[in-house]
């Protein structure tokens, strides 16, 4: 079980736990083709949960290496990007809007994509292995998530129509490439 501890180990303690980032996106995906948005979300919570300590595991032991940099941003990705922005897709604007406004939920969902795609990227070529700053410069992609969901749930609540959702979600991805800081947990 020393491999677990190792970080020149692929499949060292810290990078499991993005595995399971990893499959939590992909059945929260599932979920959503099956308009089953309530496990989707259970699924979501779940890769945050491992995303939180698949790091705090990494710094812990000393399991900081590239591969680990570059695995965690693909479940980020995955998980904090694509997810949120199918499930808003799928639950609101393809149930609720149509013709020209759904074309533009779909550039808004687009744009958040790649902005998302954007900061980790720059995340990515930015870090150093091991090393944390107080503050994030940009809203990181799993808060965008947790905002994300906060705005789908005041869609279900009715305090939100689409087209609120749509301008969230256009301010949320700004915000992700942003000069905001944000305080590091």
Do not use: C
Request: glycine share 6%; proline share 2%; aromatic share 18%.
């Amino acid at each position: 079980m020393k491999f677990l501890y190792k970080a020149d180990n692929h499949f060292n303690l810290a990078n499991l736990l993005t595995f399971v980032n990893i499959t939590a996106g992909l059945n929260a995906v599932y979920f959503i083709t099956q308009e089953n948005y309530f496990l989707a979300i259970i699924f979501a919570w779940i890769g945050g949960a491992a995303d939180i300590f698949d790091g705090k595991i990494a710094r812990k032991y000393n399991l900081s290496n590239e591969f680990g940099i570059q695995l965690d941003s693909f479940a980020d990705f995955l998980s904090f990007v694509l997810v949120p922005v199918f499930l808003i897709f799928q639950a609101i604007y393809a149930a609720e809007l149509s013709g020209l406004a759904l074309f533009f939920a779909a550039v808004g969902s687009i744009y958040y994509v790649i902005s998302g795609l954007r900061r980790l990227i720059t995340f990515n070529i930015d870090a150093d292995a091991g090393e944390i700053d107080n503050y994030f410069t940009g809203v990181p992609t799993p808060l965008g998530a947790i905002l994300l969901m906060f705005v789908y749930l005041l869609f279900i609540s009715t305090v939100f129509n689409a087209y609120m959702v749509l301008i969230a979600m256009s301010v949320i991805a700004y915000l992700l490439n942003s000069n905001v800081k944000v305080k590091h947990l």
